[in-house]
């Protein structure tokens, strides 16, 4: 489940709270009964390191699937 973000517009309080997406957002602040407003935060979540999307998928690099050949299909050039 998601953790989102909620600012009170009165008192300025923020909440995170775990809400599943089919969840009402939050409307009054738990403090002062203030109106809530969500917040857009980045996220925690990062991808470092080797994987798939450096290894061969970037187009930066060689990789063992585009060594040979040329790069071209060998379906294409009509040698069947």
């Known amino acids: 489940?998601?953790?989102?973000?909620?600012e009170c517009q009165e008192c300025r309080n923020?909440?995170?709270?775990w809400q599943s997406i089919s969840d009402d957002p939050l409307s009054t602040c738990p403090e002062c009964s203030g109106e809530?407003?969500?917040l857009i935060?980045?996220?925690s979540?990062?991808?470092?390191?080797g994987g798939w999307y450096s290894d061969g998928y970037s187009?930066?690099?060689s990789s063992s699937g585009s060594s040979?050949?040329?790069g071209t299909?060998?379906?294409a050039s009509g040698g069947g």
């Open 1 to 6: 489940m998601p953790i989102y973000e909620y």
């Open 14 to 17: 923020v909440v995170e709270q």
């Open 36 to 38: 809530m407003k969500k």
């Open 41 to 43: 935060s980045s996220s």
């Open 45 to 49: 979540f990062q991808l470092k390191g």
């Open 59 to 61: 187009g930066g690099g």
């Open 68 to 70: 040979g050949g040329g």
């Open 73 to 75: 299909c060998p379906a």
